[in-house]
């Protein structure tokens, strides 16, 4: 048994790690100011505070008085488009933010498992599957901000002797994901489809991304902070799928066929991100487990039931 601390606990990602945790008997204190996620998404076995990551002073209050064993740092500002329009904002949660849970834990002994990003962080020129070792190019505000906490995380983890891990994360979903704004088309496609109301294409469906299932991505989490030692590690399937093949498949599982509405790319957006996840493998035995056609037919089985 632990005492870990979840960083953005009552997000998506976040509640899922949280969960994992509790059911192999931690105790868990999970820190959200509640910007993007939802309380009702805090396990009720868990402890929560309502904390802004930006704010240091009650960050180390509340992390000095729990004395965690391990931090588990997903708490971010992860629209692309958000970082686009507000690049101090981004940074300011997403830097400076990752740096006062980097020192926070650091005073207490406890390493930090970081939630960065795979596609945002390699950008467009990356060879695919995408190693650790290729130096990113990241295209939007976003995945600077994300590279700069690794760059804290890791240095960190050389100056003060501390197991801290990087996990660059593919493009995730399940149930829980957010469908409102722009991250998260898994569920932004499944209300759509449920409403019967044409979700937008955008790029003409071509561009492809890896997707892996938030029950797997937890599972990496655990592995991480089990581990007993630094690194960077990129989880995904080492599978692409399109959005027009997403479609394809979410239009299935709805019994649908509607016709999107085609839009262009955003500014920052990819055009192709797949992850190599043969390090995760060697060095921690993780694993996707979940394939992606039966990840998204029982996603789309869950929001379909939050219907009734």
């Not at 192999?24 to 396990?43: A, F």
């Not at 449920?194 to 790029?203: N, T, V």
């Amino acid at each position: 048994m632990a005492k870990a601390i979840v960083t953005g606990g009552a997000g998506f990602i976040g509640s899922h790690v949280a969960d994992t945790l509790l059911a192999r008997g931690d105790e868990v204190l999970v820190l959200d100011d509640l910007s993007s996620g939802r309380e009702e998404l805090v396990p009720a076995a868990a402890t929560f505070e309502r904390i802004d990551i930006v704010d240091d002073r009650p960050l180390e209050r509340v992390i000095a008085a729990f004395e965690p064993d391990l931090v588990c740092h997903l708490a971010a500002q992860a629209s692309v488009t958000v970082s686009v329009e507000r690049p101090q904002y981004d940074c300011s949660v997403n830097v400076i933010g990752t740096l006062n849970v980097c020192e926070a834990a650091r005073r207490h002994g406890a390493p930090v498992v970081f939630a960065s990003t795979g596609g945002a962080l390699y950008g467009d020129d990356a060879p695919l599957p995408t190693p650790e070792s290729f130096d990113p190019e990241p295209l939007s505000p976003y995945g600077a901000s994300k590279r700069a906490g690794e760059a804290y995380v890791a240095t960190w983890a050389r100056l003060h002797g501390a197991p801290n891990v990087v996990l660059r994360l593919g493009n995730v979903y399940g149930p829980r994901q957010n469908p409102h704004g722009e991250a998260g088309v898994v569920a932004i496609f499944s209300e759509k489809l449920l409403a019967e109301e044409p979700p937008a294409l955008r790029g003409d469906g071509a561009p492809t991304r890896d997707y892996v299932h938030v029950s797997d991505v937890a599972k990496a989490f655990l592995l991480a902070a089990d581990g007993g030692k630094s690194g960077v590690y990129n989880v995904g399937t080492g599978v692409t799928t399109s959005t027009a093949r997403l479609l394809e498949i979410l239009q299935d599982a709805a019994g649908t066929s509607l016709s999107p509405r085609r839009e262009p790319l955003q500014a920052g957006e990819l055009r192709a991100s797949r992850l190599d996840a043969s390090r995760i493998d060697r060095d921690l035995g993780w694993r996707s487990t979940v394939d992606v056609e039966t990840g998204l037919r029982e996603t789309f089985e869950w929001y379909a039931g939050r219907r009734g």
